[in-house]
């Protein structure tokens, strides 16, 4: 019987379902007043068509993204109704990108030098995931960001740095979260053992490395990217550009939609009057976020593993912010694929399952509270969003605590845990 695994099966597979969604959300939104595509579509085909006229795209009220984005769906201002959804195909492609780029990861050393087969079955958890799908053909550009993402993660492992620095720099200025990765991405660029053969002291052996050749390519070739980027977007649109694109975001009010346990204190800042004199918490709640994403976990499993590592500070910044909506969950599903193999999510079948449980349903509790809410016009802040809102935080919490646990029992600079995996894997199949 012919393996279902297999190129032409699973890419033919992924672009059927997103043709299929596709298709569905022109009927949809032809036929229902409940709309398939995502406003934020509306938003950037808005802000492409002022700059098609030669205008700012921040004269699109809400456009808070880099002008990139707008120049990049200029083609949606074209004449004709198939050119306004280049995006949806733009970001549906980028999804499968993304997809190709995690089997080349998974078939590398890093990946554990998995066999095609194998690499394919654990992509499949992006390139045939229906959420992931959906989101990238209602029109969110989460899929260009995982294509950024994958790329930097695909050339740091095969040691393109220049490259990667180019890369980061371009999506932090796409979508600033990703300067997170940076001190892992140093850290374990300074962790090469020849860079500290015969050090005797502390400090030529911690630090000298850290300076090594490939960081300061790494460092001065994103830096480079995005200082010239912001500098040229700065030129052509002025203050606009920053407070839209990144201030913005430091006092971002968004209650609506939003998982996080920060929401209901949202949702009474953004009703109640400002004064000069009041405390806005929503201008340091990023403080904690960013201690743990950007500092303690790159310190503690940098030097294990860099894929694990990256979901960590992903996972935990997600839960962490803010603004937590299910479109940010893409940002942490690209990197599932490559820890999954080796997690004991996946060597504690039980555990998997309970963890995939919680996860599910403390997000199905809080879309509950939410409907009742916006649909059925019930009052249930407290303590049904609230409280539903918390729970989501705490298993959050406990999943991140998973992966950070079985990152850490890694072995520093050490592969040999890979050699037998896909024969492990061919083992259980057999036996199935």
């Excluded at 977007?233 to 550009?241: A, I, K, P, R, T």
């Excluded at 929401?263 to 960013?290: C, D, K, R």
Aim: aromatic share 16%.
């Amino acid at each position: 019987m012919r393996s279902l695994w297999t190129p032409s099966l699973v890419f033919g597979g992924a672009t059927f379902l997103r043709v299929v969604l596709f298709c569905y959300g022109l009927f949809q939104d032809a036929y229902s007043p409940v709309k398939y595509t995502d406003i934020d579509y509306f938003v950037f085909t808005d802000a492409a068509r002022y700059v098609a006229r030669g205008r700012s795209p921040y004269d699109r009220e809400t456009y808070r993204y880099t002008p990139l984005l707008a120049w990049f769906l200029i083609p949606t201002t074209w004449s004709g109704t198939a050119w306004f959804s280049f995006g949806k195909g733009a970001f549906a492609t980028a999804d499968i990108l993304t997809g190709w780029l995690l089997v080349l990861i998974l078939r590398s050393q890093t990946g554990g030098n998995m066999s095609l087969k194998n690499s394919l079955k654990f992509a499949s958890i992006w390139l045939l995931n229906p959420m992931v799908a959906t989101i990238s053909t209602r029109g969110s550009s989460e899929g260009l960001l995982g294509v950024m993402v994958i790329s930097l993660l695909w050339a740091i492992i095969n040691r393109h740095i220049k490259l990667a620095g180019v890369l980061l720099g371009l999506a932090v200025h796409f979508k600033i979260y990703p300067f997170i990765y940076a001190p892992a991405i140093l850290l374990y660029l300074s962790s090469d053992p020849a860079a500290t053969k015969g050090a005797s002291t502390t400090f030529a052996k911690y630090v000298v490395p850290f300076f090594s050749n490939d960081n300061i390519a790494m460092t001065v070739s994103s830096l480079l990217t995005f200082i010239g980027l912001n500098l040229a977007m700065y030129m052509l649109y002025g203050y606009s550009f920053l407070q839209h694109t990144y201030l913005h975001h430091v006092t971002r009010i968004d209650h609506r939609h939003n998982f996080s346990p920060y929401n209901i204190l949202l949702y009474l800042s953004s009703s109640s009057p400002s004064a000069a004199s009041t405390f806005h918490f929503e201008s340091i709640a990023f403080v904690p976020q960013l201690l743990l994403s950007a500092v303690l976990i790159p310190l503690v499993l940098a030097k294990r593993d860099l894929p694990g590592t990256m979901l960590a500070q992903t996972f935990a910044f997600v839960a962490l912010n803010k603004v937590c909506t299910s479109q940010y969950f893409i940002w942490f599903l690209m990197l599932v694929p490559i820890y999954l193999p080796d997690s004991s999510l996946l060597s504690k079948p039980r555990l998997g399952i309970v963890t995939g449980a919680l996860w599910v349903g403390a997000q199905a509790l809080w879309l509950w509270q939410g409907y009742e809410l916006e649909f059925l016009g019930r009052s249930t802040f407290v303590t049904g969003l609230w409280g539903s809102g918390l729970l989501f935080y705490a298993v959050n919490m406990w999943i991140l605590g998973i992966i950070v646990d079985d990152v850490g029992k890694k072995p520093m600079n050490d592969v040999s845990r890979y050699r037998l995996r896909d024969e492990t894997l061919a083992a259980q199949e057999s036996k199935g």
